[in-house]
């Protein structure tokens, strides 16, 4: 089954459970713009090479389409439908005004320059420009892009018009109009939601055993806050390069560190043992955090999973047939499009501030989040209970409401 198929069998189960009206059913399953760009790149040696690469705005009911733009050599135009889909969910659950957008170039950036990845980034956003801008569609970064890449796409988009834009994108440096706290707001997002969900299930958070698949942007941050703000022992954590566990829990600072001075990733960090990527999601753990990609636990490991519940950090890890196992084994789930709509929500206080040149404290940042995140939490629980389905449903439920009302406003166009 490919993505966008496993989301849309995650969307009809709620829609149908809510009684949405078959004509808006079919309006909100669809994505309204899918552009696919091939272009040139001058390679370091001289040659030229032809990347694809894609945007997806999938709705726009609610504002402008948002979300990120990945880079990695597996990227299809059916996952960044998936993904687009997903991101008009995220943004309608925490009631933040945006659409759902998604992007992906195929690419392995590991390979390429520092010249080559900026010449690749910039002819890329030249190339979905007629489709982005403040008001249309505000990229951001996903897997393997970063604050230095928005910022050679702000530069793109402002050179081109002529002066500067800053709210084109999202995860800039803060020097140039990113926002503080954006870095950390994926993982503190799911920090908010796993306190909020501990909390629910009468778990006690001092000491709880949490493991982390991805110790990128999201996994890191999300690992740091859990130990240092709510006392939870990580015990184990993996990367593409493997895994690492260690009863004890890790010292996340130190992790981080060893990360950053050895290439990137965690493999021979000498305090732990070595484990697998697919060992890490069956350990006997109170919480897991898959934040890497999607189809991580499916039909074959989902049986073996012992975690007592699992905050999506990643879009999608877990497939359709691995969520009804979950179900049925009574893991407590809190799905992707709500736990790690930290990002995106510090996305719209970055755009907010871009718009009016008006920068925030972090403080003020960290209060909103929380807010917003909370709040999206308690409303989705409410619902989860009052249809008495799973987290997952009662979400898409929340999300597709809220942008259901908006269609329904605004009409069918003529
Ligand atoms: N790529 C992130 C996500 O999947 C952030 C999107 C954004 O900030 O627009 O939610």
Redesign the pocket.
């Known amino acids: 089954m490919g993505l966008f198929e496993s989301a849309l069998k995650q969307y009809y189960k709620a829609a149908k459970l809510m009684d949405l009206d078959p004509n808006l059913r079919e309006v909100l399953a669809h994505p309204k713009r899918e552009l696919t760009v091939h272009f040139p790149v001058k390679m370091d040696d001289g040659s030229v090479h032809v990347f694809t690469g894609y945007r997806v705005q999938h709705n726009v009911a609610r504002g402008p389409a948002?979300?990120?733009i990945?880079y990695h050599p597996a990227v299809t135009l059916d996952e960044v439908k998936a993904?687009a889909f997903?991101?008009t969910w995220?943004c309608a659950v925490v009631g933040i005004p945006f659409g759902g957008g998604?992007g992906g170039v195929q690419v392995d950036p590991s390979r390429l320059s520092m010249n080559e990845l900026e010449r690749l980034s910039r002819r890329y956003f030249s190339e979905i420009q007629i489709m982005v801008g403040p008001d249309e569609d505000?990229?951001?970064?996903?897997v393997n892009t970063n604050p230095k890449v928005m910022a050679w796409f702000m530069d793109t988009y402002s050179m081109d018009v002529g002066h500067t834009v800053l709210s084109v994108v999202?995860?800039k440096p803060l020097e140039i109009g990113g926002s503080e706290g954006r870095l950390e707001a994926?993982g503190r997002g799911v920090r908010v939601v796993a306190e909020e969900a501990a909390n629910y299930l009468g778990m006690d958070l001092r000491g709880a055993s949490v493991a982390i698949q991805g110790f990128g942007n999201v996994g890191s941050h999300a690992a740091k806050l859990l130990s240092q703000e709510l006392g939870c022992r990580i015990v184990a954590v993996s990367d593409i390069s493997g895994g690492i566990c260690n009863e004890r829990g890790f010292d996340i600072d130190e992790l981080i560190r060893y990360r950053d001075e050895n290439g990137g990733v965690i493999k021979g960090y000498p305090d732990g043992e070595s484990i697998s990527n697919e060992d890490l999601l069956t350990l006997d753990v109170d919480i897991l955090i898959p934040a890497a990609l999607e189809n991580v636990i499916t039909a074959e490991n989902a049986e073996k999973v012992r975690a007592r519940l699992i905050v999506e950090g990643a879009?999608g890890p877990i497939t359709p047939e691995a969520d009804e196992i979950l179900q049925n084994k009574g893991i407590f789930v809190v799905p992707d499009f709500l736990a790690?709509?930290g990002?995106?929500t510090?996305?719209y206080f970055e755009w907010v501030q871009g718009l009016q040149w008006y920068f925030w404290e972090i403080e003020d940042v960290r209060k909103a989040l929380h807010k917003v995140m909370k709040k999206a939490f308690a409303t989705v629980l409410k619902t989860c209970r009052y249809y008495d389905t799973d987290m997952r449903t009662a979400a898409y439920i929340v999300a597709i409401e809220r942008v259901a009302v908006a269609t329904k406003l605004r009409g069918i166009y003529p």
Do not use: E, F, Q, Y
């Open positions: 948002k979300g990120g990945r993904l997903w991101m995220k998604k505000i990229p951001a970064p996903d999202t995860g994926t879009n790690n709509a990002g995106v510090v996305s």
